[in-house]
Nanobody, 123 residues
Framework: QVQLVESGGGLVQAGGSLRLSCAAS????????MAWFRQAPGKEREFVAA????????FYSDSVKGRFTISRDNAKNTVYLQMNSLKPEDTAVYYC????????????????WGQGTRVTVSS
C-alpha cells in the first residue's frame, strides 16, 4: 500500500498562492490515479482535484476550477496542487489519496488518510 505525506500548507492572504505537495512511497505510485481532498472546520471532507496515472487527464471540483492546478512527477513520486487566487473559503486541511480507478476517485472509499496539511486563508 502506498504511504502518503502532505506538505506545503500555511497561512496566506486572500488572493495569494500556495503549492501543496504529496510525497508517496512505494513502487506502484506511477500506476495510480491521485487526488486532493479538503476538510474545512465543521464540514465533511470534499473532493478538490484528481489526476490520472499518466498525468494526461485531470478534473476539478467547481469551487476550485480555474484557480487550482493538479500535477504530478512520477519520477519523484510526488503530486502537487498549485493553488492561486485563494479565498477564505479555501481554508481547510488538505489531504491526498490514491486509487487504481481515475474516473471514480472523487467518491472512492479510501481505507486510510494521512495527516494532511493545513491551509489558512485570511481575508
Amino acid at each position: 500500500q502506498v504511504q502518503l505525506v502532505e506538505s506545503g500548507g500555511g497561512l496566506v492572504q486572500a488572493g495569494g498562492s500556495l503549492r501543496l505537495s504529496c510525497a508517496a512511497s512505494g513502487r506502484t505510485f506511477s500506476s495510480l490515479a491521485m487526488a486532493w481532498f479538503r476538510q474545512a472546520p465543521g464540514k465533511e471532507r470534499e473532493f478538490v482535484a484528481a489526476i490520472s496515472w499518466t498525468g494526461g487527464s485531470m478534473f476539478y471540483s467547481d469551487s476550485v476550477k480555474g484557480r487550482f492546478t493538479i500535477s504530478r512527477d512520477n519520477a519523484k513520486n510526488t503530486v502537487y496542487l498549485q493553488m492561486n487566487s485563494l479565498k477564505p473559503e479555501d481554508t481547510a486541511v488538505y489531504y491526498c489519496n490514491a486509487d487504481k480507478e481515475f474516473i471514480t476517485i472523487a467518491t472512492s472509499d479510501f481505507g486510510s488518510w494521512g495527516q494532511g496539511t493545513r491551509v489558512t486563508v485570511s481575508s
